[in-house]
């Protein structure tokens, strides 16, 4: 398990794209559970980054896969010497400290993940730690935010509808062009005419749906291939293996991603 606890020095940089701020505020004030929607590489661990930065809070979050299960999350007893301790999971951590818990991709994670996190998704706002018998009060300042992929989980890995009814949702997706530029410039340092063709050629290849991508361009994306162009790497060059490759190994599919490179760059 993937777990990053984090105390940001500096605000990270964030463009809001709409009116995530707005609803993150009061639903942090009103100390409700947040799921964040959408693809991949759409700005939602930044957002979540910089929201506990403005909150002045700490942030751990948890990069939830199939393995993921409930004990990961609340704790486990270890030997250490000739002693079995108690060791908090990072959910505990979060619950005890007041801390904001993000899980990442949370419905990768094992179905008993959903089940531990129930109680604290209500009014109770306790965790029930079943492996010391006790329940445990949710820090006034603990907040949890999950983040959940649509699309890629599509006929698999859905959440629950009851799951998903336990939180307040924003969704995320790809932003105007105009925003898109800014964030290209922003993170890389590209010039505008150049953030301009990497945004261009992303909207162009997200709207070739018959290319049958599973994940198509995302903003992360064009700014790995912005970051590249900036450093020196010559412009298809950066294209191809910041935007391109990433997204398929079929050789057709990849001929016609770089025509369309050709075309715009
Ligand atoms: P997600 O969590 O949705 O997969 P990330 O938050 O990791 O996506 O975003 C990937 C990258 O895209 C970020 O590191 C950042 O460079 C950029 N990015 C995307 N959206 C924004 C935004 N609105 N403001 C600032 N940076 C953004």
């Not at 949710?138 to 935010?145: E, G, I, Q, S």
């Not at 910041?242 to 997204?247: D, F, H, R």
Request: proline share 4%; with cysteine.
């Amino acid at each position: 398990m993937e777990l990053v606890m984090k105390t940001m020095i500096t605000s990270p940089y964030y463009r809001a794209v709409g009116k995530e701020i707005e609803v993150f505020e009061q639903v942090f004030e009103n100390k409700l559970p947040l799921l964040l929607k959408g693809p991949t590489g759409t700005g939602k661990s930044r957002f979540i980054e910089f929201m506990a930065y403005q909150f002045d809070t700490k942030l751990i979050t948890v990069s939830c896969h199939e393995e993921t299960s409930s004990t990961d999350l609340i704790g486990r007893f270890i030997i250490k010497g000739a002693e079995t301790i108690w060791l908090d999971g990072p959910l505990t951590t979060a619950v005890k400290n007041g801390y904001i818990l993000y899980l990442d991709e949370v419905a990768e994670a094992r179905p008993d993940v959903v089940v531990a996190i129930h109680s604290l998704t209500d009014h109770r706002r306790e965790l029930y730690i079943d492996k010391l018998g006790e329940s445990i009060k949710a820090h006034d300042n603990f907040r949890l935010v999950a983040s959940f992929n649509p699309g890629y989980q599509r006929g698999f890995k859905e959440l629950k509808p009851s799951t998903r009814q336990r939180f307040v949702a924003i969704s995320f997706q790809y932003p105007e062009p105009e925003l898109e530029q800014e964030i290209l410039i922003q993170e890389s340092g590209v010039d505008l005419s150049m953030a301009k063709k990497l945004v261009m050629l992303g909207n162009k290849v997200r709207n070739l749906s018959e290319l049958g991508l599973a994940e198509t361009v995302s903003t992360r994306l064009l700014v790995d291939a912005a970051k590249l162009i900036h450093s020196g790497l010559a412009i298809r060059l950066a294209v191809k293996v910041a935007v391109m490759e990433p997204l398929s190994d079929e050789k057709q599919i990849l001929d016609a991603l770089y025509n369309l490179t050709d075309l715009i760059m």
